[in-house]
């Protein structure tokens, strides 16, 4: 997929949802983002090694409820309402993917499931209310691996290969 593809992807509503990228292309995303209206929250994989901080994160950066079970299902839950963040488009850059649940590694495939699971959600939700207009949203994430770091996203990357059969 050529880089200006991954762009319009990443913003879209279509599958998949779930984008890989190196980091010399992020500001390829940052720029097209801006020129839409989406809103981009940005995570930072370094401060996402466990399942707890992966939680943690994603509480402060999208502004989750307190009420927020510290669970997989409050996390997708939490993620697939945002009544509080109202937006036409939303896109989850996370920076340092490699090190996203890198010591909790058993938990990479749940936390990919939801995200993949929360993007197709909003993609396909028409009822979503009245003052949000009833209609699809976009709601993707973007993995940006820190290219010098030498340690490939080999469980990222296949599961990307299996979103595209």
Same mark, same amino acid.
């Not at 997989?72 to 963040?85: I, P, Q, R, S, V």
């Not at 939700?125 to 940006?144: A, Q, S």
């Given at each position: ?5 991954? *762009?319009?992807? =990443?913003? $879209?509503?279509?599958?998949?949802? %779930?984008?890989? &990228?190196?980091? !010399?292309?992020?500001?390829? *995303?940052?720029? =097209?983002? $801006?020129?839409?209206?989406?809103? %981009?929250?940005? &995570?930072?994989? !370094? ?119």
């Amino acid at each position: 997929m050529t880089i200006s593809r991954i *762009i319009e992807s =990443a913003t $879209s509503l279509g599958a998949p949802w %779930v984008h890989q &990228l190196i980091e !010399s292309q992020v500001e390829l *995303i940052r720029e =097209a983002a $801006s020129k839409a209206d989406v809103l %981009v929250i940005e &995570l930072d994989g !370094s401060r996402m090694r466990t399942l707890d901080r992966l939680f943690a994160e994603y509480k402060e950066q999208f502004s989750f409820p307190e009420y927020f079970g510290w669970n997989w299902n409050a996390f997708k839950e939490c993620l697939g309402d945002l009544e509080w963040l109202p937006a036409r488009k939303y896109l989850t850059i996370i920076t340092h993917a490699d090190e996203v649940l890198s010591t909790e590694l058993s938990e990479l495939g749940t936390f990919r499931r939801v995200v993949q699971s929360v993007g197709k959600t909003w993609s396909t939700t028409v009822g979503l209310g009245y003052k949000r207009g009833h209609g699809e949203i976009p709601f993707n994430t973007v993995f940006i691996q820190d290219y010098d770091s030498g340690r490939p996203l080999d469980s990222l990357a296949s599961y990307a290969s299996e979103l595209r059969r």
